[in-house]
């Protein structure tokens, strides 16, 4: 296993916030591993594509609010959060 996987793995165990996505478990998985996050009804992207007409600036601010909270954790805890851009 690839030394950057399992200092994520150990970044994801240590985080415990309500604006954070919580790893519940991890499990070897053939040459992988499998990671067992919380359940979650739905994410942004989700909300942002069915929200036809754009979504009302109180629902903006308090996505906003919610990710700005989270990462703000994560830096607390010296873990810094990146996107993939595909």
Known sequence: ???AVLR????????QHENVV???H???HGSGIL??????ASDLGRVMTAARR???????????LMLLR????CHQKSIVHRVRVQ
Request: aromatic share 8%; hydrophobic share 55%.
């Open 35 to 40: 990671l067992v996050f919380e359940c979650m």
């Open 54 to 64: 754009g979504l009302a600036e109180a629902q903006i601010k308090t996505y906003m």
């Open 22 to 24: 919580r790893l519940h």
């Open 26 to 28: 991890v499990a070897p």
């Open 8 to 15: 994520e793995v150990q970044a994801l165990r240590l985080l």
């Open 70 to 73: 989270g990462i703000a954790y």
């Open 1 to 3: 296993m690839p030394a």
